[in-house]
Structure formats: structure tokens, C-alpha cells
């Protein structure tokens, strides 16, 4: 008997429902918004299938490196759910149309602007992608943290639950391109900016390499100044 993707996702769901202690924060998007870039740090395999049941949308897909596809049961899986097949030894123009394609249609597309997992679960230095896929289609961006996806072999030895926790910020666009800005300079600021995004929603330890970025410590002060404002 075969199984629907959504049948998958609900069982996908119990699961995480039953093994895992899962706090998520922010993740309405409305359907009234028609395609999106979730932008996230990638701290483990299971980062997709998280991503993917955080929202009530169910348009949701994610970019996912190619390589996963050969594992026996994890393959099998992403392959049922649906991905974006990427080739991340090469500049993998294929994707890049598929993904643009799935925004256009108004689908929501999950990926992880690092390019890779973080061994160490700290951010490391972002590739290009996702500033020219927003540059292409004019897409807001969502940036997402996840924290304690990469504690499943922890959690099993201890007989405890994961701790999951998923941060939603607020939707932005790209910055404006400045006056004679080259555009390597502007991609970069515009990358810088994602990251950072990125980097206020998880804990300070795992900001990594752009735990210093001055834009980094101008988003957490507005933060301050919000929470402050309010407070008063």
C-alpha cells in the first residue's frame, strides 16, 4: 500500500508528536502570501522534515542536497514528500529554475543559505544562493532558527525526548541596492543580512561566524528598543 505525502507528513507528525518536545514560534504564514523564501540554519538532517511540518501551509518544499537521495531510508523519504533535488558540487542551475518555478506558482521553498550541515552547529559562512534566487523572483524572505534538531542520537542514548525548538522572525525583502554599489559588494550585504536575520532567532553560542557582525548587533539592539517600548 502506497502512502500520500500528506499520510506521510501526518505520521512524520505523530512521531515528532510522540519522541520529541517541541516548541515553535511565530510560523504563521498566511495563505494569502504567494511564495516565500524560509531561510535556516542546517544543523542536521532532520532540519527539512521539521522545516516542512512547522507550518499549516501545506505547500511547502525544501532544497535538499542530492546526495541524500542515495540513503536507503532517509532517501526514500525525501523523495515521498517532494524536494528540490541540489547538486552542491557545482552550480546547480536546474535547481535554481525548479525553485524559482515553485515560487512563482506561490509555493513556500525551505534552504539553508550555509549550503551544508554545520558540524558543529554553529553558523558558518553562507553561500550565495539564496540572495540570487531572491534577486530573481522578488520573493520576501522568512528567516527560521532551529535549535536541538541535531540531538536525536543524544536523546535515544539518555531515553529522554528532544528538545526542538523552531523561531520564526518577520518576513523582509533584500536591502536596497546602494548607489554604484558593485554587485559582489551588494551580494555579499544582502547575504550578510540574511544570516543575520537568521542568527537572532538561535541561541548566542550557535551565531558562529557572524556571532561579531556589526549588523548582527544592530538587529539585537532594535530588539531591545521593541521589547523596552513595550514594556513602558
Known sequence: MTISRDGLLNVIQK?????????IYNAEIPESLNGALLVTNHISRLDVVFLMLSTKRKDVIALTASNYRRALFFGTILKKLGVIWLDRGESDFKAMRETADYLKKGWIVGLAPEGRRSRSGKLIKAKPGAVLIAMKTGVPIIPVGLVGTADMG????KWRKMDVTIKFGEAFYLPEREENEHN???VERALD??????AVLIPEEQRGFYADHPRLKSLLAEIEEKKNATES
Open 184 to 186: 559582489r559588494d551588494y
Open 154 to 157: 543524544k536523546a535515544i542514548r
Open 15 to 23: 512521531l515528532i508528536d510522540r519522541f520529541c518536545n517541541q516548541k
Open 193 to 198: 543580512e540574511i544570516m543575520c536575520r537568521i
